[in-house]
């Protein structure tokens, strides 16, 4: 009998992989979570940067979520995000004016923006996590910009059990990967005779450059969310997939 229910391997932080699998299970899909990253919040070293700023740019809800004691709806700064879900994580924290891109959500959206393409000698502090992507500030300094990364929290691994990564891989038809960390993650702890079951997941994934890590490491179906990385859309690229594989008649057997 072909399986008509659609399980998903959820490989996002805990903290963020419990909502997201109470919308995959509302929508009637069974979700698996497999943890590999978490995230510690650290004190940055130069948070002092962030009163004098003209402008904060925060690169994801987790660091707004970690800069909250340092931040205020009634400083001087103008506050932008690279995302909707990190803009809306900064509306929570009574900041009303946000600037996000206007469609690509990403640093190279920002930067886009007229905002910010007259910004010599602007303070300008991004707000993110330890490690990941330099461009913004590369291009912000470039465009002599005074830029200064003020780092809230660290990325750590986990490792779940062979037993645990065995049974999600095994089950999922789907994965719902968000990040390339997460991805290189899920590739570095899957033993090698289940490798080839890995790469036959479908992913759904929020932007190119994950769809291009995918790609390089052998996945052949990748779906991108076109729309910003909230619950609804990740869930609603799953059945968009799941719907598709069922009329084609491509289900699990």
């Given amino acids: 009998m072909p399986r008509t229910t659609a399980y998903v391997l959820v490989a996002r932080p805990p903290h963020q992989a419990a909502p997201l699998c109470a919308a995959l299970k509302n929508a009637g899909l069974q979700p698996l979570p497999l943890a590999l990253i978490d995230t510690q919040a650290c004190v940055p070293n130069n948070r002092n940067t962030i009163e004098n700023a003209d402008w904060l740019i925060f690169t994801s809800p ?3 979520v970690n800069a909250r004691q340092l931040i205020s709806p009634t400083a001087r700064y103008q ?7 990190t803009a809306k994580a900064l509306y929570d924290l009574g900041f009303t004016k946000v600037t ?13 923006l007229e905002n910010f393409s007259a910004v010599k000698n602007l303070r300008i502090a991004i707000i993110k996590g330890q490690g990941g992507r330099e461009l913004l500030k590369q291009q912000l300094q470039s465009a002599g910009a005074q830029t200064s990364e003020v780092c809230v929290y660290k990325r750590v691994t986990l490792t779940p059990s062979i037993e645990e990564i065995t049974t999600a891989i095994e089950q999922a038809t789907f994965a719902i990967i968000t990040s390339q960390e997460i991805l290189q993650r899920l590739f570095e702890v899957t033993p090698y005779e289940l490798q080839a079951k890995l790469l036959t997941l479908q992913l759904v994934v929020p932007s190119a450059r994950v769809v291009q890590m995918a790609h390089s490491l052998g996945f052949t179906q990748v779906r991108q969310i076109s729309s910003p990385l909230t619950e609804s859309a990740m869930v609603a690229a799953v059945l968009d997939a799941h719907t598709t594989a069922i009329s084609s008649g491509h289900t699990d057997a």
């Fill in 62 to 64: 987790n660091a707004v």
């Fill in 79 to 85: 506050i932008a995000a690279v995302g909707r879900a």
């Fill in 100 to 112: 996000i891109p206007e469609s690509e959500y990403s640093s190279e959206g920002l930067l886009a």
